[in-house]
């Protein structure tokens, strides 16, 4: 019995020790060991390791001592108190190479938490598939990426990348619902700069390919960018706040609400008189929404549309705004898929959706066309029709032709529509829509600007205004601006058990 | 009346504000006791802590401290009508930020181009400025909007390629700046 | 005297003083409201409001002469006050209100047109015995021409365009062998933007001192002159701070000052308020620059020191009535301070803010006199000027002036936008302006942002910066948040297990 205490002991002492190197390498290079990010990512003590001495598949890795748990440390913890499940891989440990053990660990770890309907979360910091074992290494890539597939939409997903992850290593992340990057220490990428090097001469570093500030601004793959490890983890923590462990519980809620009770008036001033400035849609937000609960996601990618979680009345909310200030709000290829994948993910775990809209359409242009704007337009649409989770849409001043169907308009399924005084609801706007219709009487007449003048008051006096969607019932009440916050608890609260069945099928088919 | 506010964790109460000139504030703030500041006790007490806001009393003077803005851990911070930047560190994050400092490998020259073609209507800076990241570069006139452009990094405008009343088409160079973190 | 309708047609600051005054005297006041400014603060001061309406293609209803005069008209108003702004210093407008009946309160409108054209006015100055900044007497043809006429200046010259401003086809000359360069790059740069590359010479006056002259004549023929305003602190030609009188005239030069322009004045007949603005250079030597027909912003100062109200003369003298007192009778009571608090970022290049006002305070002091048109809960648009309120002080001298009015701006809080009343701390606190030598470049090369900053305010703000970052990442770190998990609903948990 003794000999066993004795084995325990030494085992304990190397997980020390190898620790104690993992923390000196890692922090020479300004990141955290495996070990330390699972620390600050979950409630103190909690972390419960699952598969600490699995070694690796291959003897000649396997013979080191130092090189048990085969680069990733995966298990079990609390965060805020509810089980969650996660996987860190250990740079210091052969690279953090994905090995046949190593795949082996994390499927593991991903099949326990879609069994216990636990969300997991993956830190990533590997140098890759394992060269030498070969077809194993990309084997045990192709379970993980089935296990995302198994799990998308049933718990919540989450990779955060604290370190290089290429090649076949993106696909997990890429998989999962939400991509958190550390700047200046994480990379995504599919083929390097040595083979870009190599096969087109074409010389880029790291950080310039696929850095944080790549992903989140140019390619949209990552949807959040931290400054150093520690907030990225702790944004993990707060975006998990806004989510159900799985798509069948329920929201967590808020206890105690907080709003700028003070500030609702400034929401009756807020829209300016001059159709063609813009201003922040973030403000409204901010307003309506309870206080310091708005968490954006992708803010630097398709500035136009903003999208994020926030609560009301301390429930979760997704919201999806047009954003007025940035391209005048208009609805555009990137805005078109990064707004169509949250409304998605909303409607897997039953989040409840608000649209807020100022759109004067979507962005004409050659490049638009030739790259697909017919289809991106067209997922997003697909994505509002199809979701079942309750929707109110508020339309704050512009809402013409395609976008205003688009954005969760009456027909398609919007729940609740509301507008606002300022809204201007038509097929397009006044100044081309005068010019067609009254084309004749505008060149038949000795002064066609003021007579151009006239008919756009009289346009949107009659046509554009929101009065006449409320008279045909697709306005379901023009509302007062400061009463925006009241009126939409109230919605929300009478739609919350919302629920549809359709039909059985096995899927749709998204314009991809 | 002083607040209390809630601390887990001794380390975490810790925290280094650096300015936007790189002034470093090293700021303990103990359970029950006046804040420490750069290793000094100041007897600064809390009086109220509302929305976004904190008014304090030290030396007798009442401060009003108002948040205006906060993104991840910068904060702008509005006090007697001035504003001041800070971000706030952990003491890991602090000299991870300063080991990352010295080895960057950004590149020196960022350039600017217009991401949509319209006219330009107004450029606020002339070569030779500093500029924080997030500050309005120029605007362009598209689709009858104005369209603010902000700089991507806190750097030197290194030159102005175009002028106001100009027209310029997609992905036209703008203007160029040197990035100082380099 | 019956009660006269007085239509004031301007908007914020000013037409709630002037309203202030239509009361006093026992008057009428009657406001424009506008579609552009319907919650503003003076729309409550007033006697009656006349809806504007103004359509969204239309000119705000300050800037429409004709429906201003028909409005007026339908109205039945007797008096229209222009204001400052606007249509003030416009001689058609003047010229309408009188066509229709009304009486306009201020000068002649032939007064109001010739003193627009700066040409004329400085004729007209010559032929009194003003002096003026020194140059060519007219259009600059040839470089040779331009040399000789440098020469007899003095060197450092100023080219200008003449057939427009903005300081395009402007170029400053140091040395005569730099004269034929500018002269051709001018005139090509005036060519481009005017159609017309004629150019005029002026002596350059390098960091001039701007110093105006107030006076108030009836028409009857008298004039007074009612001292002088400095007002050198300016940034791109916009006035942020006068004092009354001028630190930087003896006694002795402000009598003769004033007494040249009651001269100027009287000699081309004029009558109502007036400014007559002349520049100062290093050597004390002043020259005439302008005349302003229009009640200017910062007239407080003037009322303060003499203890006249300015618009209630203005509405006298419109009504006809004499000057009830002579030159002598004029008192110069103590020192006057006026600081313009604009919404602006001294931060940030002055750059104009736009917000809500969630709160503003101004202190109570017995010498403090504030004129504001914001409140609590005004949104603050570019629409119009940034200006949100004029603060005046009076004290018995310059020291005691300046120490009251930091004692008020140290005390005064505007909560959610940025304003300049940090910077007018730094500015009465720098020696320049306490020595009274500061001059209309002083903004630009003097002032930086660094002076704002204060030590323990910055404090105060890293102090407040970590607690709030405390109070928000803390919870999230901590194991507890105040986050449940919501009850399920059987409906729900009945269609969900199907």
Redesign the interface.
């Given at each position: 019995m003794i000999m066993f205490f004795d084995k325990l002991h030494e085992r304990k002492q190397l997980l020390e020790e190898k620790e104690k190197i993992a923390i000196q390498k890692q922090h020479?290079?300004?990141?955290?060991s495996a070990r330390e990010r699972l620390q600050?990512l979950f409630?103190?003590g909690t972390f419960f390791e699952i598969g600490a001495f699995v070694e690796p598949a291959q003897a000649e890795f396997s013979s080191k001592q130092s090189n048990f748990g085969d680069g990733v440390i995966t298990g079990r913890g609390?965060i805020?108190?509810k089980s969650v499940f996660a996987f860190a891989q250990d740079f210091t440990v052969l690279g953090g190479s994905l090995g046949e053990a190593h795949g082996m660990k994390i499927a593991r770890i991903q099949e326990m938490a879609l069994q216990l309907g636990a969300p997991i979360i993956g830190l990533i910091d590997s140098g890759g598939a394992r060269i030498q074992e070969g077809i194993r290494s990309l084997a045990a890539y192709a379970r993980i990426f089935r296990n995302n597939v198994r799990s998308s939409g049933i718990i919540p997903q989450i990779s955060v990348i604290m370190g290089p992850a290429a090649g076949g290593a993106v696909y997990s992340p890429v998989l999962t619902d939400f991509i958190f990057m550390v700047n200046?220490?994480s990379y995504m990428f599919l083929t390097g700069p040595d083979v870009i090097k190599e096969v087109l001469n074409e010389e880029i570093?790291m950080?310039?390919l696929g850095g944080g500030h790549i992903h989140t601004t140019k390619s949209g793959v990552a949807h959040f960018l931290?400054?150093?490890?520690?907030?990225a983890l702790?944004?993990v923590?707060?975006l998990l706040?806004y989510l159900?462990p799985n798509n069948?519980?329920?929201?967590?809620?808020?206890?105690?609400v907080?709003y700028?009770e003070?500030?609702q008036?400034?929401l009756d001033?807020?829209i300016?008189?001059?159709?063609?400035?813009?201003y922040d849609v973030k403000d409204i937000i901010n307003i309506i929404m309870d206080?310091?609960s708005f968490f954006e996601i992708q803010p630097n990618y398709a500035p136009n549309l903003v999208i994020g979680f926030a609560r009301l009345n301390g429930?979760p909310i997704g919201i999806v705004a047009n954003q007025?200030?940035?391209?005048?709000g208009?609805l555009d290829i990137k805005a078109s898929h990064k707004g169509a994948r949250f409304v998605r993910f909303c409607d897997a775990f039953n989040i409840p959706l608000l649209i807020l809209e100022d759109v004067?359409g979507f962005l004409p242009g050659v490049?638009q066309e030739y790259n697909g704007i017919i289809r991106e337009g067209g997922k997003l649409l697909y994505a509002f029709c199809e979701a079942s989770v309750p929707k109110v849409t508020v339309i704050l001043r512009k809402s013409y032709g395609g976008a205003y169907i688009v954005m969760s308009s009456k027909n398609t399924g919007g729940d609740f529509n509301f507008a606002w005084p300022t809204a201007e609801i038509a097929v397009m706007g006044p100044e081309g829509a005068v010019k067609i219709v009254h084309k004749k009487e505008l060149a038949s007449v000795e002064n066609p600007e003021q007579l151009k003048?006239q008919l756009?008051?009289k346009y949107k006096r009659e046509i554009a205004t929101p009065f006449k969607g409320e008279a045909l019932g697709l306005i379901d009440e023009v509302i007062i601006p400061s009463e925006t916050r009241r009126v939409l608890i109230t919605a929300f609260e009478i739609l919350?058990?919302k629920?549809i069945?359709l039909p059985k099928r096995k899927h749709g088919n998204i314009p991809l | 009346m002083a607040t209390r506010y809630i601390y887990k964790r001794d380390a975490s109460r810790l925290f280094i504000a650096l300015s936007e000139q790189g002034k470093k504030f090293k700021i303990y703030l103990p359970q029950d006791a006046y804040p420490i500041i750069n290793d000094e006790e100041k007897e600064i007490t809390i009086l109220e802590s509302k929305y976004d806001s904190f008014s304090f009393l030290w030396n007798n003077k009442k401060y009003f401290a108002q948040i205006k803005s906060k993104e991840q851990n910068k904060y702008r911070v509005i006090v007697n009508g001035v504003e001041y930047f800070f971000s706030i560190e952990s003491i890991s994050s602090y000299l991870r930020r300063r080991m990352l400092e010295d080895s960057s490998d950004s590149k020196k020259t960022v350039f600017i181009n217009a991401s949509i073609p319209g006219k330009i209507t107004d450029i606020f800076v002339v070569e030779g400025d500093l500029v924080n990241e997030g500050e309005p570069l120029f605007s362009l006139e598209a689709m009858k909007m104005q369209n603010e452009f902000t700089s991507p990094i806190t750097g030197i405008v290194k030159s102005i390629h175009v002028k106001v009343g100009d027209n310029v088409v997609k992905d036209q160079l703008i203007l160029e700046l040197s990035n100082i973190n380099e | 005297m019956e009660a006269k309708r007085i239509l004031i047609a301007n908007r914020g600051e000013i037409a709630l003083r002037i309203i202030r005054t239509v009361k006093k005297l026992g008057h009428i006041a009657v406001v424009f409201r506008s579609n552009r400014d319907k919650d503003a603060l003076y729309l409550e001061a007033a006697d009656e409001i006349i809806d504007a309406n103004e359509g969204l293609q239309d000119k705000v209803i300050f800037l429409d002469a004709e429906k201003i005069i028909e409005l007026a008209k339908t109205h039945q108003i007797d008096m229209i006050h222009p204001g400052y702004g606007f249509l003030s210093e416009n001689p058609d407008f003047a010229r309408k209100c009188i066509e229709a009946g009304l009486i306009f309160i201020g000068p002649h409108p032939d007064h109001i047109y010739k003193m627009g054209i700066k040409t004329i006015a400085k004729e007209l100055a010559e032929k009194v015995g003003l002096p003026l900044v020194p140059g060519s007497e007219d259009v600059v043809k040839t470089v040779d021409q331009a040399k000789k006429i440098a020469r007899k200046i003095g060197y450092p010259i100023l080219l200008k365009a003449a057939g427009g401003g903005g300081g395009r086809g402007m170029r400053v000359v140091e040395k005569a062998d730099h004269l034929e360069r500018y002269f051709n790059a001018a005139t090509q740069e005036a060519l481009n933007a005017f159609g017309n590359g004629d150019l005029f010479i002026e002596k350059y006056i390098e960091n001039p001192k701007h110093i105006e002259v107030q006076i108030l004549g009836d028409q009857h023929g008298n004039v007074v002159h009612l001292w002088e305003r400095e007002c050198s602190l300016q940034r791109k030609h916009q006035k942020l701070l006068e004092e009354a009188p001028s630190p930087s005239l003896t006694d002795r030069k402000r009598s003769s000052l004033g007494k040249l322009a009651v001269k100027f004045a009287k000699a081309i007949g004029y009558y109502s308020t007036g400014t007559i603005e002349f520049i100062m250079d290093k050597k004390k030597n002043l020259y005439f620059m302008e005349m302003n027909t229009r009640l200017q912003v910062e007239h407080p100062v003037t009322e303060e020191i003499t203890g006249l109200d300015l618009v209630e003369w203005q509405i006298r003298v419109a009504l006809g009535e004499k000057l009830p007192f002579k030159q002598k009778e004029i008192p110069l009571n103590g020192w006057a301070i006026e600081c313009r608090i604009n919404a602006e970022d001294p931060q940030n290049r002055f750059s104009p803010e736009t917000g809500f006002i969630e709160n503003i305070r101004f202190p109570y002091h017995p010498q403090l006199r504030i004129e504001s048109g914001v409140s609590k809960g005004t949104y603050v648009t570019t629409n119009f000027d940034s200006m949100l309120a004029k603060l005046i002080i009076h004290e018995k001298d310059r020291k005691k002036a300046i120490e009251s009015m930091l004692k008020v701006l140290e005390e005064t809080k505007i909560f959610g936008i940025k304003t300049l009343v940090p910077f007018f701390k730094v500015v009465l606190t720098h020696h320049d302006f306490i020595k009274g030598t500061y001059t209309t470049s002083w903004v630009e090369k003097v002032f930086n942002t660094d002076m704002l900053i204060s030590q323990d305010d910055e404090i105060i703000a890293a102090l407040a910066s970590s607690i709030a970052y405390a109070m928000e990442y803390l919870p999230i770190a901590g194991e507890k948040i105040d986050i449940q998990q919501d009850n399920i609903n059987f409906w729900v948990l009945n269609k969900r297990l199907r």
């Open positions: 020479l290079k300004g990141k955290f600050i409630d103190e609390l805020h108190g200046k220490t570093t950080e310039e931290y400054d150093d490890e520690e907030h702790l944004g923590r707060k706040s159900p069948f519980e329920p929201l967590p809620i808020s206890k105690t907080e700028y003070n500030r008036e400034f001033k807020i300016p008189d001059d159709p063609n400035k813009g206080k310091d429930k007025p200030k940035v391209l005048a208009v004067p490049d003048a756009i008051e919350q058990n629920q069945s | - | -």
